[in-house]
């Protein structure tokens, strides 16, 4: 099969890599190279990488709307189009090009958690699983009809990093048998059930800081679910601390107001009061620091009894 393939990060990887093994990819459409700001130089984008690699023709427009870009796509003319976390909107008169249609990889059991983030989502609601969804493209934001889904328990243990890599392998798994379907023509696809559906937005910087408010089970999904990208934050008196781990600790403290740091864990790390509870912070880096483990930001003196985090 002739496949077109757009998307740009690593979580796209495993799905190019594994369609390029049975199938002949005429081309990858990918984002733009970002600029290092340290060294001012271009670095490849890991789908791109991969595409050099393998002497793949590759495509980097700015928009899918113009009407050079939309004949390249015509003069390729795919069967079938594979996206993989490609980060663009896809118009209706592309949709219907290829023959067998456009498919996507998307990081959910949809329709929980259409959108951005997806991955991140699910850690930050608690979920007990997650997953990954092959579906048809449509015009609406990840609405179109499944083809497939698989699914991936969530450990106590997952941050956003370890079910991220978890899940662009399974992803992977699924898009490979969801082609075979379609090349078979047994891809029976079924619509979402749109009053299940949820959204997640982009985050923005204010959606990333920490509510001591809240519980620590509350806290800790949030923080491992932003962890280590792009990561939780605080304030300890008028300096940023980036939080990557908390663990939850079963003492409540009476006396102290919530975001206090109200004792220290020898060992592991400082205290944090929180409602009903309180929290280890485990890892964490402060302002112009490295990331520093629970043990070192006390032996450093980073993080002292008594500092009420805000």
């Known amino acids: 099969m002739r496949i077109l393939f757009m998307g740009t990060p690593d979580f796209a990887v495993p799905c190019l890599e594994i369609l390029d093994k049975k199938h002949e990819i005429i081309g990858v459409f990918t984002k733009v190279d ?8 271009i670095e490849y984008l890991p789908v791109k990488q991969y595409a050099i690699d393998k002497n793949i023709p590759i495509y980097q427009p700015n ?3 113009d009407e050079e870009t939309k004949n390249i796509i015509k003069e390729l003319n795919p069967d079938l189009i594979v996206v993989v976390a490609y980060g663009k909107i896809i118009p209706k008169d592309i949709i219907d090009m290829p023959k067998f249609g456009i498919i996507n990889v998307h990081s959910s059991l949809l329709p929980r958690f259409r959108g951005a983030a ?3 989502a699910a850690l930050m609601a608690g979920d007990e699983k997650s997953g990954v969804t092959i579906m048809y493209v449509a ?12 699914e991936t328990p969530i450990t106590e243990e997952d ?3 370890t079910l991220h890599d978890r899940l662009k392998f399974l992803g992977a798994e699924a898009l490979d048998e969801a082609v075979s379907l379609i090349e078979k ?23 990333l800081k920490i509510d001591w408010n809240k519980s620590k ?10 962890s280590p990208v792009p990561c939780a934050w605080t304030m300890d008196e008028d300096k940023l601390l980036k939080v990557y781990e908390v663990k939850k600790y079963d003492k409540v403290y009476e006396n102290g107001v919530n975001g206090e740091i109200v004792d220290k864990v020898k060992g592991k790390g400082p205290v944090v009061k929180v409602m009903g509870g309180s929290l280890i912070i485990t890892s964490a880096k402060p302002e112009s620091k490295k990331i520093l ?11 002292k009894v008594g500092n009420i985090l805000k």
């Open 185 to 207: 023509g047994e891809n029976e696809s079924i619509p979402q059930d749109d009053s299940l559906a949820t959204f997640v937005k982009p985050f923005k910087k204010e959606d």
């Open 293 to 303: 483990s629970g043990a070192d930001l006390l032996n450093g003196n980073f993080i």
């Open 118 to 120: 997806p991955i991140n």
């Open 217 to 226: 089970e509350e806290i800790f999904n949030f923080v491992r679910g932003i």
């Open 63 to 65: 928009s899918l709307k």
């Open 34 to 41: 970002k600029i290092n700001k340290r060294g001012k130089k």
């Open 159 to 161: 941050n956003f990093e």
């Open 139 to 150: 015009e609406g934001l990840d609405t179109g009809n499944i083809i497939l889904a698989k």
